[in-house]
């Protein structure tokens, strides 16, 4: 399902310079939960999950301590991973015709009247 060139680096990328609004150690973390106003991989799941009541799912357990970083992150990767895999998918299937058809000098409709 994922491209074998993209994964990584989108795994890479996030869990190296994503910060987290997590504790400081696991013991913590369950004791006081996210800080999720620091938090960017929850800002990013806000932004591109498309299900509203799974990111709420996630704030909640996230901000418990019942989920932990490694777990927001990994649903992050998987969110982007797909949403880059499908763009890729939508731009290989254009044509040079898509392309002059949508470049193409025309008049715009109800400008200028």
């Known amino acids: 399902m994922f491209s074998e060139s993209l994964e990584p680096s989108i795994h890479l990328q996030i869990n190296k ?18 800080n999720l106003e620091v938090d960017i991989p929850i800002k990013y799941l806000g932004f591109f999950l498309e ?14 301590g019942r989920m932990l970083t490694g ?7 998987e969110v982007l991973t797909e949403l880059v895999e499908r763009h890729r998918r939508a731009r290989a299937a254009v044509t040079d ?5 949508f470049m193409a000098v025309r008049p715009l409709p109800g400008m200028f009247d």
């Open 97 to 101: 015709e898509m392309v002059d058809a």
């Open 17 to 34: 310079y994503a910060f987290s609004g997590g504790q400081d150690s696991i013991e913590n973390h369950r004791k006081y939960g996210a």
């Open 51 to 64: 299900d509203d009541d799974e990111l709420e799912h996630i704030r909640k357990e996230y901000a418990t």
């Open 71 to 77: 777990e927001v992150k990994k649903r992050l990767i």
